[in-house]
């Protein structure tokens, strides 16, 4: 386990996890623009999550050795994560609801500032939260949202528990 300890020390891994997140929006603006799916409120926000992985990566990255900004790291991941799992767990229950009452899309992100009409082709969301346009074995959109954020915020739990209660093992 003091191997898992020392990865939340290293710069390397905490690059690793901001690309894995850059890589998830490269997706899914690829999903946006090349494949044109129009994404709805709760693809939105799920997108933000991601983003707020993404800012764990960097945040850890900046430098590890300091316990401040590894633990600031390490709580946004786990908040992202969890947050981002929370929301697709919802998307998923908007999308196979039988009643049509259950749930309401939003037209527009609930952001503290406008960020949807400050950056409109990342952050506006077209769609409808109760369509299924696309799927891959079996699973839609949402569904492996919630597989990608379920093991993301197992890898924060992991990594959060072995830098709190092991000691790292020497280099």
């Keep these: 386990m003091s ?25 899914a603006l690829y999903f946006q623009y090349a ?5 709805c409120i709760m693809c939105i926000y799920q997108r933000t999550a991601v983003l707020g992985v993404l ?8 430098n590890p050795a300091n316990i401040w900004l590894r633990l600031s790291g390490l709580a946004t991941w786990l ?12 998307h998923i229950m908007m999308q196979t609801t039988t009643d049509p009452f259950a749930f ?6 609930n952001f503290p500032v406008p960020l949807h009409e400050w950056i409109p ?4 969301a077209t769609g409808d ?24 915020a197992a890898a924060a739990i992991i990594v959060t528990c072995a830098s709190l209660f092991f000691k790292p093992g020497k280099s």
């Design 3 to 27: 191997w898992l300890s020392k990865i939340s020390r290293q710069r390397a891994p905490w690059l690793l996890l901001a690309l894995i997140a850059t890589l998830f929006e490269a997706t």
């Design 35 to 39: 494949m044109d799916l129009a994404p």
């Design 55 to 62: 800012l764990a990566g960097l945040i850890g990255a900046i």
């Design 79 to 90: 908040v992202a994560s969890i947050w981002g799992l929370l929301l697709a767990r919802e």
């Design 104 to 109: 309401v899309c939003e037209f527009e992100p």
């Design 121 to 124: 082709g990342f952050f506006a």
């Design 129 to 152: 939260c109760g369509n299924i346009d696309w799927q891959f074995l079996g699973l839609s959109m949402p569904g492996w949202m919630q597989v990608i954020f379920a093991a993301l």
